[in-house]
């Protein structure tokens, strides 16, 4: 099991940025794949970005595709979500989640896959 914290969401304009950063705890980070979810109120959580264990492997949503990149510090055990051009419909909040072992390229977006998860950041994207 792994305890994970995110930090850096806020409030910024339409096509601003921001770094989200997820720390986690204990010795074996690298043995975790992770990802980033989110949820707006009122819609189901949704895949946004994964990264296997050595980051060597990333992948995103179609809709954040091009804009959000995610990557992976294991000697720091933290995952960070860089977040640019962002848009009003980015607003939510943003969970990052771990599971151990591989990501699987048909079952990486599955939240069900990733069996912790940290207690979510808001992000809100003014117009």
């Known amino acids: 099991q792994v305890q994970l914290v995110e930090s850096g969401g806020g409030l910024v304009q339409a096509g601003g940025s921001l770094r989200l950063s997820c720390a986690a705890s204990?010795?074996?980070?690298?043995?975790?794949?992770m990802g980033w979810f989110r949820q707006a109120p009122g819609k189901e959580r949704e895949f946004v970005a994964a990264i296997n264990r050595s980051g060597g492997f990333t992948y995103y949503a179609d809709s954040v595709k091009g804009r959000f990149t995610i990557s992976r510090d294991n000697a720091k055990n933290t995952v960070y979500l860089r977040m640019n051009g962002l848009r009003p419909e980015d607003t939510a909040s943003y969970y990052c989640?771990?599971?151990?072992?591989?990501?699987?390229?048909?079952?990486?977006?599955?939240?069900?896959?990733?069996?912790?998860w940290g207690q979510g950041t808001q992000v809100t994207v003014s117009s």
């Open positions: 989640a771990a599971r151990i072992g591989p990501l699987y390229s048909d079952r990486y977006f599955h939240s069900p896959e990733y069996t912790d």
């Open positions: 204990g010795r074996t980070f690298s043995s975790y794949a």
